[in-house]
């Protein structure tokens, strides 16, 4: 009786599986068909870090021997272009949720044989590792010309080891801001804020150590430095932290937003159904 239990439950598990990799394939697709927008999001992104080389190596007077809180002049340039890669390898979910509610998809959605929730995680994964690595090269291709290569061993391992659960997070907070389109329908403003706390206490514009202590001690409570900081930090700097507490800090973040998109989901969906749509 356990064995055949186990056994419907490892069966439900591979279609469920199925269905995501078929979405995340969808999806892949569909990216691909967007040449334009990749161009553009390519030339927006070398016009920020051309900015950020110029800024940073008049900070550093220009000499790339200098150490600032434990980083140099390159360090921080890479470290720029991995913060920038995430970042914009995060689609847009806020807008494409709230456009489902407003003209009523959601109610397609919703009576698919996949999870609502899991639906939209395997498209944008899919999404989001697609645009990381086209921006990963953009990037670095810029930051190779003007500080020269990556020459940071683990760290590499160390980045993409940590960018997965980057990646979820920034899912989860995006669909926590997004879900709220099921009670007041725009969710731009709180997108801006979203985004906006990612570039400060996130470490997307400077690293968390160039910030004030104070600063330092709040931004540890965030869930933000497990999606930029993390990732970047350890590829420039490996060892600064122990990879394991990083690990395990990202999990404790994606149990506890997990948690609390599948509360509102199930609120939203509920007051949807009592509202009909």
Not at 42 to 58: G, K
Not at 71 to 80: A, E, M, N, S
Not at 242 to 252: H, K
């Amino acid at each position: 009786m356990g064995s055949r239990v186990f056994g419907d439950r490892l069966e439900l598990l591979s279609a469920r599986s199925k269905k995501a990799g078929a979405v995340a394939r969808i999806t892949m697709k569909q990216q691909m068909a967007y040449k334009t927008d990749f161009i553009m999001r390519a030339s927006f992104m070398l016009m920020i870090l051309y900015v950020f080389v110029q800024l940073w190596s008049a900070a550093y007077d220009g000499d790339a021997g200098r150490v600032i809180n434990g980083f140099t002049l390159k360090q921080i340039i890479w470290y720029l272009v991995f913060t920038e890669a995430i970042t914009m390898g995060v689609p847009a979910l806020c807008g494409l949720i709230e456009n489902e509610v407003k003209n009523g998809d959601i109610a397609i959605r919703l009576i698919r044989p996949l999870s609502y929730i899991g639906y939209h995680y395997a498209a944008y994964l899919s999404e989001a590792v697609f645009r990381f690595y086209i921006h990963l090269a953009v990037g670095g291709a810029i930051a190779w010309l003007c500080v020269g290569p990556p020459t940071f061993g683990l760290g590499w391992a160390g980045l993409f080891s940590l960018t997965l659960g980057a990646l979820t997070i920034a899912f989860l907070l995006n669909m926590i801001v997004a879900l709220c389109a099921l009670w007041v329908e725009e969710t731009r403003g709180m997108e801006f804020v979203l985004h906006k706390l990612q570039f400060t206490v996130g470490g997307m514009l400077l690293p968390l150590d160039l910030m004030p202590e104070p600063l330092q001690r709040v931004c540890a409570w965030l869930p933000f430095q497990a999606m930029l900081y993390f990732p970047a930090r350890t590829a420039v700097n490996f060892g600064a932290a122990p990879l394991l507490q990083q690990f395990v800090i990202q999990a404790a973040w994606i149990a506890v937003l997990a948690a609390a998109v599948m509360l509102m989901y199930r609120r939203g969906v509920s007051k949807l159904h009592v509202n009909g749509g």
